[in-house]
């Protein structure tokens, strides 16, 4: 069993920017992959940045160049640096850790999330 605990969200002007991180509970070395969801109210959840064990980092569309996803292995920890931060960025953010993904021992896991509001 992971836990996973997401901080660093808050309230933040258009423009601004926020550091979120993920820690987990055990050695995330061997964790495949691990990644950022947000869900704004009344939509659904969708991913924001993923990352493999071997640090390559993909991104959704809307946030590239503006948001980075990095990963502390001796740290056990996750970060989302984000940047130029938008009022469509609202949402709460979600840390996501899965073991073997695409396989059926596959296991999941998430953080309770973290709110992150945009507005002036």
């Known amino acids: 069993q992971v836990q996973l605990v997401e901080s660093g969200g808050g309230l933040v002007q258009p423009g601004g920017s926020l550091r979120l991180s993920c820690a987990a509970s055990?050695?995330?070395?061997?964790?495949?992959?691990m990644a950022w969801y947000r869900q704004a109210p009344g939509k659904q959840r969708e991913l924001v940045a993923a990352?493999?064990?071997?640090?390559?980092?993909n991104y959704r569309d809307s946030v590239k160049g503006r948001f980075t996803l990095s990963r502390d292995n001796a740290k056990n920890t996750l970060y989302l640096q984000m940047n130029s931060l938008k009022p469509e960025d609202t949402a709460v953010y979600y840390c996501n850790a899965q073991t073997s993904p695409g396989w059926a021992n596959n296991k999941v896991y998430w953080g309770q999330g973290t709110q992150v509001t945009v507005s002036s």
């Open positions: 990352i493999s064990s071997s640090g390559v980092a």
């Open positions: 055990t050695n995330i070395f061997s964790i495949n992959f």
